[in-house]
């Protein structure tokens, strides 16, 4: 007679994401809070945009990712150290009727969250590949993609 000594699949945790902005006051952006977030929370800070000079007002775009329980004690510990941290809800918006399909956006976008299809030469836009980096914005020469903030 056999003994089999069945062992469970580890538990995968799969990282929540939440995409903030963050607001340092003045004597905030010396403190290297990515750094902080990993070591000790052990989020991943992606950041997207980032505003920072010092004696100045700061102002980072981050998407963070870790454990729903990691994400909320380091929220609640930037809240602490001053940090003003607000949901970013911002989308990129494109008007269809002024956009004229020259593809200069698709070559500075860095996710590839806007193409041209192959076939009909007419701009697609994948809201779920974009990350809000805001570089088409600038480049489109009709102004027709704009943001909602």
Known sequence: MTCFTIKSAPTVVWPVKKRV????????????????LAKDFNVAANIIRA???PNQIGKLVVE??????????????????????????REILIDEDSCVH??????????????????????????SRCIVCEQ??????????????
């Open 64 to 89: 963070l990712a870790g454990d729903i329980d990691q994400l909320d004690a380091a929220i609640d510990w930037m809240i602490s150290q001053n940090i003003d941290v607000s949901s970013s809800n």
């Open 102 to 127: 020259c593809g200069l956006c698709t070559g500075i976008c860095p996710t590839q969250a806007l193409t041209l299809d192959p076939k009909s030469f007419l701009l697609n836009f994948t809201r």
């Open 136 to 149: 088409c914005v600038p480049t489109c020469p009709v102004q027709a993609i704009s943001t909602n903030f």
């Open 21 to 36: 902005t963050l607001t340092f006051p003045r004597r905030a952006v010396p403190v290297p809070v990515t750094y902080r």
């Open 51 to 53: 505003q920072v000079a």
